[in-house]
């Protein structure tokens, strides 16, 4: 009898079957040759089953009815794959041993044992466990091939994973819910994820920003010469003291008081692993996390020229080493890397490069590399994320940068300047992106760079006092300097930034924690919200469920998505929404990945904490409707820097239709412990936390203006929208139209592309469709002029119109 080969997709699935059958007969489900029958998942072919598969009256949403805890979870096929699900069952019949080909991770164990446990295969299990699709190393892989003992912890992991967020998902979803009447998503990881998207939004809200100035003096030496130093003392906040001292030390002569040269290094950074070329994507090119992992995955399955992506490792073993030096010889003749490949030298990658190799850091899957297959025709998108990996790669095969760093204290008028100078005297590695490729560190990515004007966490902004030269700089200490000026600098404190997806990355990779040493936070990485394959999807699930909108770069949290974390934490499940604290259960799979836990006892814990989660919400008071308002989803967000993109968009909206269709049938539950909360799609979606994969988006409602208080609300003027003859007044957090009763889903919030807007903006946005002129900061925080405008006449929508 033969062997089934069952691969996670068609594409990976083809790619084997050119190695180990390359005259397999090819019958569309799969590739039939002498030995072996490769087939493939088309990924989760299979899932746990809804809760109305074990008990009927589950199909309706009751509070009365949870905690739904099965004794055995149930397996469903999905509908849309059930006919590749009938092929792996007739071909398994025929075969007498089976290779699990899918994905080298958890998720791939996943989708296999699903298979396995539904159609009952009792066959021999091998694991194939590679790390790229070259020839070369599936051949490898099926001469090493594992046993599938090996992986059965991972299996266990999987498999809890799965069970914990269904009961997580399910439980908590229904009872938000049912008892709030308004769909709410709640995940075990996709909870703590808003957190501290909320706990941001919240400190930029509160922050109290302080006025302080900065003295700089500029000395003179000889006519060679010139340097810059920032005034060393506490904190000034009165201008006049300010000016003061600049009067004080203008025009007068110097002494230094010390001067000390250092010579230092700059080494290249890590390797990437998923979420650091995920937060350098974002950085530099502004890709959404899901789209670096789908064009990465693409690279990797489709074109097979880089290793597998869904890695969390920055270093490779030892066996590496001798692929790393063939790869970067193959590079030196692709055109775009042929001279960086030249200058490259394998005498600094070996064994002995603790920065490269750490085979103690390298679990499943080393760093992303290129591969030895030539990149052939590769998409612009592609070929940027194909072109950070290369560079990466090829900059460990160069020295270190490196630089003289001056360090000068002067001191005039008894008043002190310090001065720190940082000259350039080799490129190094940092000539790879000499070509405008950047060095290699963008913001958020691990990068060293210049401190100058770096932001702190706290928003406070560090002083300007290092500067970079690629000239010389010389002073004689024994001899007096001349102060030829001196000016003073107006400086505000800085709210903390709101997160960019690059930057959520980063604080999900650490549970929460701003952790700056590399050291610090590779230790964190097991105890990371998620995995860096599903960090990516957690983000679309916020954006799916109304949770947050994106503004450019910037996430922002929705009403709803403020609500829901506000209910949550009220209700005394702050669990629910601890970083720190699911960070410890995702640490803990990780253990019982590597057998050193329990699989049991972690399900018991998260059986305790769903009945926990069911107690208190059973006594929490219903929220107001108000509470979840929030603007109509727009198809056509802004991308760019313009608009707001509305989370949900064209499904969110197809979604809302379907859940006022149908008679009541998809109508919100009447009562707290009322059935049927929106459409059945929705409630899924809403209880499927990150269990389901692809769900559609939530139902979300149309807007409705909130009313001011008893004294009257302010009218501003006229509704906009078409054939509407309503009045637009001043709620608590918006702008909304009176006739909201009857339909009209006209609202501008408050807070809106950045600014807070004024009731003489709203007016001339209602009247002239524009406002005047404003000033607006980018991602580089450069300033420009715009106007904003109404889009949209019939929902209030708002974009950016620059100047």
């Not at 997580?168 to 909870?191: C, D, P, W, Y």
């Not at 060679?224 to 003291?241: P, S, V």
Request: aromatic content about 6%; hydrophobic content about 35%.
């Amino acid at each position: 009898m033969k062997t089934l080969v069952i691969a996670e997709k068609p594409d990976m699935g083809r790619n084997i079957s050119s190695v180990i059958e390359p005259k397999a007969k090819n019958m569309r489900s799969y590739l039939e040759g002498e030995q072996y029958i490769i087939t493939w998942a088309i990924g989760h072919l299979i899932g746990l089953a809804e809760p109305d598969r074990y008990d009927e009256r589950y199909k309706k949403w009751n509070f009365g009815d949870l905690p739904i805890i099965p004794e055995e979870f149930k397996l469903l096929p999905n509908p849309k794959t059930k006919d590749q699900l009938t092929v792996i069952k007739e071909l398994a019949a025929r075969c007498d041993r089976l290779v699990n080909a899918c994905d080298a991770g958890r998720e791939g164990q996943h989708i296999f044992s699903l298979i396995r446990r539904h159609l009952k295969l009792l066959q021999p299990v091998s694991r194939l466990w590679i790390s790229d699709l070259t020839a070369e190393t599936i051949r490898r892989g099926f001469d090493e091939l594992k046993s599938d003992a090996e992986y059965a912890n991972l299996t266990e992991a999987a498999r809890a994973r799965s069970e914990a967020d269904w009961l997580i998902g399910m439980n908590g979803s229904r009872a938000f819910t049912t008892k709030h009447n308004e769909l709410l998503s709640v995940g075990r990881v996709q909870t703590p994820v808003l957190a501290l998207i909320y706990d941001r939004q919240k400190q930029i809200e509160s922050f109290d920003s302080l006025k302080y100035y900065e003295v700089n003096a500029f000395f003179e030496q000889g006519n060679t010469t010139t340097y810059r130093g920032l005034w060393q003392g506490d904190r000034i906040t009165d201008e006049a003291k300010a000016q003061a001292i600049a009067e004080k030390v203008k025009g007068k002569t110097g002494t230094v008081e010390s001067y000390e040269v250092k010579d230092t290094k700059e080494y290249p950074f890590k390797l990437y692993d998923l979420t650091l070329l995920q937060r350098e994507a974002n950085g530099k090119y502004g890709f959404p996390a899901k789209k670096t992992l789908d064009v990465a995955q693409a690279l990797y399955e489709k074109h097979k020229v880089i290793s597998y992506p869904r890695t969390n490792s920055n270093y490779v073993n030892e066996q590496n080493i001798p692929e790393m030096h063939r790869i970067a010889d193959m590079l030196k003749s692709v055109p775009e890397y042929g001279q960086m490949a030249a200058g490259a030298e394998k005498r600094f990658v070996h064994k002995n490069n603790k920065a490269v190799c750490n085979p103690s850091k390298v679990e499943d899957h080393h760093a992303i590399m290129p591969t030895m297959k030539r990149p052939g025709t590769l998409s612009p998108d592609e070929r940027k994320i194909y072109d950070l990996i290369v560079r990466r790669f090829l900059s460990h095969f160069y020295p270190a940068a490196e630089y003289k760093v001056h360090t000068v204290l002067t001191v005039v008028e008894q008043e002190r300047f310090k001065t720190t100078i940082k000259q350039l005297l080799s490129l190094g590695w940092k000539a790879i992106y000499a070509d405008g490729g950047k060095d290699g560190g963008d913001a958020g990515a691990g990068g060293a760079g210049s401190r100058k004007g770096k932001s702190k966490a706290d928003g406070e902004q560090e002083p300007e006092e290092e500067e970079e030269t690629d000239g010389s700089f010389e002073l004689d200490a024994s001899q007096p300097v001349a102060c030829a000026n001196a000016e003073v600098k107006t400086k505000e404190t800085q709210p903390p930034k709101a997160f960019t997806e690059g930057t959520l990355l980063k604080a999900m990779e650490s549970a929460g924690k701003q952790i700056e040493d590399d050291e610090l936070r590779d230790a964190m990485k097991d105890s990371g919200l998620g995995t860096p394959a599903t960090r990516a999807a957690t983000i679309e699930r916020l954006k799916q469920v109304g949770y947050i909108d994106m503004q450019g770069k910037k996430i922002v949290i929705t009403p709803k998505g403020r609500t829901a974390v506000e209910l949550i934490r009220g209700a005394g499940v702050e669990l629910l929404t601890s970083p720190e604290m699911t960070g410890a259960w995702e640490k803990r799979l990780n253990e019982i990945a590597r057998g050193q836990a329990s699989a049991e006892q972690f399900m018991n814990n998260v059986k305790r904490f769903t009945v926990q989660i069911i107690d208190k919400v059973r006594v929490q008071r219903p929220a107001v409707k108000s509470a979840f308002a929030r603007p109509e989803p727009a198809a056509a967000g802004g991308k760019g820097k313009g608009g707001s993109r509305r989370a949900g968009g064209a499904r969110g909206a197809k979604e809302a239709a379907a859940a006022g269709a149908g008679g009541g049938q998809g109508t919100a539950p009447s009562s707290a412990s009322g059935g049927g909360a929106g459409s059945a799609r929705a409630r899924r979606g809403a209880a499927g936390g990150e269990s389901a994969r692809g769900g559609a988006a939530l139902a979300t409602r149309a807007a409705q203006a909130e009313t001011a208080a008893a004294a009257g609300p302010a009218v501003v003027g006229v509704c906009p929208r078409p054939g509407c003859g309503g009045q637009i007044f001043l709620g608590r957090k918006g702008y909304g139209c009176s006739h909201y009763k009857t339909g009209c889903t006209f609202v501008i919030w408050k807070e809106s592309l950045g600014r807070t807007l004024t009731e003489a903006m709203v007016r001339s946005l209602i009247e002239k469709g524009r406002t005047n002129k404003l000033k607006f900061k980018d991602a580089a925080g450069e300033s420009y002029d715009a106007r904003i405008v109404l889009r949209n006449a019939g929902t209030g929508e708002l974009a950016l119109e620059r100047e």
